[in-house]
DNA sequence: GATCTTTACGCCATGCGTAACGATA
DNA sequence: TATCGTTACGCATGGCGTAAAGATC
């Protein structure tokens, strides 16, 4: 059994669809069901239980994937920040985000910071009215933004995470009770006004027609950064599209409302091509490991931190 | 870079001879060549110094070494635990020993609980007054003898540790205080009769013959097993060959000393061919894994047993 | 010159994709 | 019939051994 055949049974025993483990992986399906019967054979035992409709973890591959899991992700670590301290990756990362999408690549940072010890990261605040000028000033690194990017002398890198598009308006709204809107609701009430923005990069959050093509009125008051936005919002003075993780962290008063029939956004790291570091680069190989997060990530991982300071504070207790 | 390639790295960090890592791999030189310098190329650093008179670990490797261990560790012990457990691996194995061998043993059984967690083992005293009438009345699954053995029942298996060839004698004895001896000398003072035992594995600890050619004789005090040899030896009674490992463990009045021109002695293990089970196979696989152990690295392991408990015993001060 | 590591070269095992097949809802 | 897992088959990458060369004492 090599590491290439744990991965794969490590990715399947996540996903537990050969499908989806054959894309993330960039193999064929054929080669998922090779490889996994391959190790079971070795085994000696099913690791899997599936149909064509169902896969799940026999007992045995649940308790080998908990080793395995361990083992595979202290060799690449290992291997990874050897690599890093061979090619000396030290020094100040800049990885600049706006408002809470910062706490969406948390994640990579930790496994980016786990694998380059020597490294400082510093995530310094920007804005969308100006969400290239950080990296032209050379005043951050990397960014993170929505996607697509198109500037020429940007590259735009692996995407860190995925949110439904959605609606923040005030607790009074009428829409605010809704557990989602449709895109044409959504037109009739949006009222905020970006400013001046690179208009093709705009229009992913801010789209200027609806699906059926009727036009979106861009008027409302004026905002620069996403904190003057939610502060707008609670007062009831604007209405605006915003990432659907926006309603984990939004302030009282604001309410954040799924639109059901717009594609995800798409948040993705961003660099200057010609100021490419090894630091940048080992970022994105972090982000690339890490894979894109998804809210119901997000959202499992405050679960699991949250049952984590529980059972401390128990036994705390416990020994008091 | 696949567990192959880590499995070779530890190896050479281990043994630090292309060499000898070759051998132990069954795998040729060259081959240890080019996948060291497959990694290095990949991590992109030095991981070995190395002249053709010495190789040494880099900082970065000893680096990785470190990281890789733990993680290769894990992996091995999480494939082998799930194929016992697919096996059904699972009972009680019952481990023969002589004396003090079962303490030469105890790395092979930790290894084995743990690969085995359902498994029980037991390790009754065997005595070399009979040493394979265990196996055939069924009071043992494997026992651990010198080797070699040659009984057509009988399978030969890994072999466990190898100590120097050395002599019991009592505190007051003219060589007790002698750093080694030779052959010749051991003939001269030898005094013992074990009794009617298996004439050929008798003449590996026992040799009837010095190396020169010259009769060794066989008499003295009758004794069956290692308890009573190494009283009447205290009592000054007995001067008998024995493994030099009895010399860490060995009572007050006893004095083990080396002898320096007679080969290693090899303890293997041993089971009744007909009678292998799963079990025993997995034993012998986790001696394999293990590899044969000699007194240096007892030695180091009790060293290091002792600072752990030291450290413990601080810490509990401490708290304290 | 003996010992130890590296390089050169060729073989073939095996990882992998494509395509056809089978099963299930 | 659409979706998903398995089997059959063929190609090529790369692991590996043999043999010779290079380095160091």
Chains 1, 2 share one sequence.
Not at 46 to 73: I, K, M
Not at 155 to 162: D, H, Q
Request: net charge negative.
């Amino acid at each position: 059994v090599e590491l290439r055949d744990i991965e794969i049974f490590l990715m399947l025993a996540q996903e537990l669809h050969f499908g989806r483990t054959a894309e993330r992986l960039h193999v064929s399906q054929a080669r998922v069901s090779q490889a996994i019967k391959k190790q079971e054979r070795q085994i000696g035992g099913g690791l899997f239980e599936r149909t064509s409709r169902n896969v799940t973890l026999t007992p045995l591959g649940a308790q080998l994937r908990d080793d395995l899991r361990v083992g595979y992700d202290t060799i690449q670590t290992g291997l990874t920040r050897a690599s890093g301290v061979a090619r000396g990756v030290t020094g100040t990362l800049r990885v600049g985000a706006m408002g809470f999408d910062s706490l969406l690549v948390l994640d990579v940072v930790d496994r980016f910071r786990s694998c380059n010890p020597e490294c400082d990261v510093e995530i310094p605040e920007i804005h969308f009215s100006d969400p290239f000028g950080p990296l032209r000033r050379d005043e951050a690194d990397i960014v993170v933004l929505w996607r697509p990017i198109r500037e020429p002398d940007l590259t735009e890198g692996p995407v860190v995470f995925k949110v439904r598009h959605a609606m923040a308006v005030s607790a009074n709204h009428g829409l605010a009770d809704r557990a989602s809107v449709s895109m044409d609701e959504y037109a009739d009430h949006v009222a905020v006004d970006p400013g001046a923005v690179t208009e093709y990069w705009l229009e992913t959050m801010l789209p200027s027609r609806t699906l059926s093509g009727r036009l979106i009125p861009r008027r409302g008051p004026r905002v620069r950064t996403v904190h003057e936005l939610l502060t707008l919002v609670a007062a009831g003075k604007c209405v605006s599209p915003i990432g659907e993780h926006a309603g984990t962290f939004a302030p009282p008063g604001v309410v954040v409302v799924p639109i059901h029939d717009a594609p995800l956004l798409e948040w993705a790291l961003v660099w200057r091509t010609d100021a490419e570091t090894p630091l940048i680069h080992a970022f994105t190989q972090a982000a690339r490991n890490v894979g894109p997060s998804t809210l119901h990530d997000l959202v499992g991982k405050a679960d699991q931190d949250v049952n984590v300071a529980t059972d401390m504070q128990e036994l705390g207790n416990g020994a008091a």
